[in-house]
């Protein structure tokens, strides 16, 4: 069992920063693959960044790319997720995910964290 709690959620102007942490409890984290997703309202969940087990393989969605960084520090069981340059559009509830194997796929995640909720202000 992984339990996944996410943090540093908030309200912040368009153009700002904001960094995203998910601690993961448990012993296997290392050799789990992490996803961050997000859920505005009204519309479905979508893949936002994946990173695999070792940390060298990340995946954005176009819209995200440029902007949202993933990373990983295996020895705090953490992942983060930079973003900067936030749009109005990047409006949502956050969520980080823990994904049954290594491989920094889009499907797999078999834990979820409770969201955290992340506002653009114009």
């Known amino acids: 069992q992984v339990q996944l709690v996410e943090s540093g959620g908030g309200l912040v102007q368009a153009g700002g920063s904001l960094r995203l942490s998910c601690a993961a409890s448990g012993r296997t984290f290392s050799s789990r693959a992490m996803g961050w997703f997000r859920q505005a309202p009204g519309k479905e969940r979508e893949i936002v960044s994946t990173?695999?087990?070792?940390?060298?393989?990340?995946y954005y969605a176009d819209s995200v790319k440029g902007r949202f960084t993933i990373s990983r520090d295996n020895a705090k069981n953490t992942v983060y997720l930079q973003m900067n340059s936030l749009k109005p559009e990047d409006t949502a509830v956050y969520y980080c995910?823990?994904?049954?194997?290594?491989?920094?796929?889009?499907?797999?995640?078999?834990?979820w964290g409770q969201g955290t909720q992340v506002t653009v202000s114009s």
């Open positions: 995910a823990a994904n049954r194997g290594s491989l920094a796929t889009a499907k797999g995640y078999e834990y």
């Open positions: 990173i695999n087990g070792g940390g060298g393989t990340t």
